[in-house]
C-alpha cells in the first residue's frame, strides 16, 4: 500500500530563515502531491498542488519541487514568519479529479522571533 | 475560495448515544465528500467517500454500521456515529474537492472539523 513519510516531527527556526520540510512516497507514483497548512483544531488549508510532470512551483513565499525519481517533494517557505507556525501536511492524489488523499502525519513548524 | 462547515464543532456525549455531524459545501456542489478522522499527533485518516445519490464508499477497517453516511443533497452529507464509545473520541473532519461547473480540480477544501469526545 502506499506510503507517506514526512521525516521531521518538528523543525524550529529562526524568523527570515527558510523551512525546508521533507515528504517521502513509497509504492506508488502519485500523479500529483499536494501540501496542505493545519493550525490546532482547525481542518487543513490547501497551499499548492504539483503535478508529475512539474518540477517546481512557487507562491508568494512558498516553492515546492517534485522529483519522482527519488519519490521525494520538498517544500520551502523563505523569509518564514512567525505566523507561518502550523503543521504543514504532504498529501498524495491517488489518480484523478476529485479523489480522497492519502496524508502524511505532518511537520510542525515553529518559527520563532 | 469555496468554503465548507462543519457542525457541530464540539460535542461532548454519554457512551452508548448517536451523534450526527453535519458537512455542508456553502458556495459550490459537491457530488463527493470524504469523510476522514484524525486523533491526537496523528495523521488524517480517510474513513469513506460519501457519494450523492448512491451508498457511501468506506475505507478497510471502518464499520458503515457504525458510522453512517448520507450525502442528502450536493451541499450536504452527514456522518452519524452510532452508540458511540470512549474509543470513538477523535476530531472529524469531512473535505470536497472544488469544482467550477462541470470542471473538477485536484484540491480540496476542507470544513472547519467536529471535536467529539464521548464520556
Known amino acids: 500500500s502506499q506510503k507517506i513519510e514526512q521525516n521531521s516531527e518538528a523543525l524550529n527556526i529562526q524568523e527570515g530563515k527558510t523551512a525546508t520540510l521533507t515528504c517521502n512516497y513509497t509504492n506508488y507514483s502519485p500523479a500529483y502531491l499536494q501540501w496542505y497548512r493545519q493550525d490546532p483544531g482547525r481542518g487543513p488549508v490547501f497551499l499548492l498542488l504539483?503535478?508529475?510532470?512539474?518540477k517546481e512551483k512557487r507562491k508568494e513565499r512558498l516553492k515546492v519541487t517534485f522529483d519522482t525519481t527519488l519519490k521525494q517533494s520538498l517544500f520551502h517557505i523563505t523569509a518564514s514568519q512567525p505566523a507561518d507556525s502550523a503543521t504543514y501536511l504532504c498529501a498524495l492524489d491517488t489518480n484523478q479529479a476529485g479523489t480522497a488523499l492519502i496524508f502524511g502525519k505532518g511537520t510542525t513548524l515553529s518559527v520563532s522571533s | 475560495g469555496a468554503v465548507v462547515s462543519q457542525h457541530p464543532s464540539r460535542v461532548i456525549c454519554k457512551s452508548g448515544t448517536s451523534v450526527k455531524i453535519e458537512c455542508r459545501s456553502l458556495d459550490f456542489q459537491a457530488t463527493t465528500m470524504f469523510w476522514y478522522r484524525q486523533f491526537p499527533k496523528q495523521s488524517l485518516m480517510l474513513m469513506a467517500t460519501s457519494n450523492e445519490g448512491s451508498k457511501a464508499t468506506y475505507e478497510q477497517g471502518v464499520e458503515k454500521d457504525k458510522f453512517l453516511i448520507n450525502h442528502a443533497s450536493l451541499t450536504l452529507s452527514t456522518l452519524t456515529v452510532t452508540s458511540a464509545h470512549p474509543e470513538d473520541s477523535s476530531f472529524y473532519i469531512c473535505s470536497a474537492p472544488r469544482t467550477s461547473g462541470i470542471r473538477s480540480y485536484n484540491e480540496q477544501f476542507f470544513g472547519p472539523g467536529t471535536r467529539l469526545t464521548v464520556l
Open positions: 504539483i503535478r508529475e510532470n512539474e
